[in-house]
């Protein structure tokens, strides 16, 4: 498996701010189209632009704990161990790692 780097969490944090980029870009050119959307077509537009950025915030998410070896990605064994005393969990069997 892979081992992800900060570098790796900085370019997934840059790939969210896409989505700024993405809602300007619509403003634009709902604003300046030649032929006005439809409600349709403008709310097609938004609920895109919302799965998008769920997908970039759950990849985000995903790479933070990678990154910093947490949740599922922990492997330390004193982490776990503290863990297990705090929560009284497991990891359960199948984790990645």
Known sequence: MKKYTQS???DTI????Q?????KLF????????????EDEVS???LGLYSLHEMRSQ???DMMCRVFELDKY????????????L???KPKKGSKK
Request: charged share 30%; with cysteine.
């Open 8 to 10: 790796d969490l900085e």
């Open 14 to 17: 840059h790939a969210a701010w």
């Open 19 to 23: 989505t700024a980029d993405d809602l």
């Open 27 to 38: 403003y634009e050119h709902y604003g300046n189209a030649p032929r006005p959307m439809t």
């Open 44 to 46: 097609n537009m938004l």
């Open 59 to 61: 990849k985000l998410h």
């Open 74 to 85: 922990c492997t330390d064994p004193k982490k776990l161990a503290a863990r297990e005393e």
């Open 87 to 89: 929560f009284g969990t």
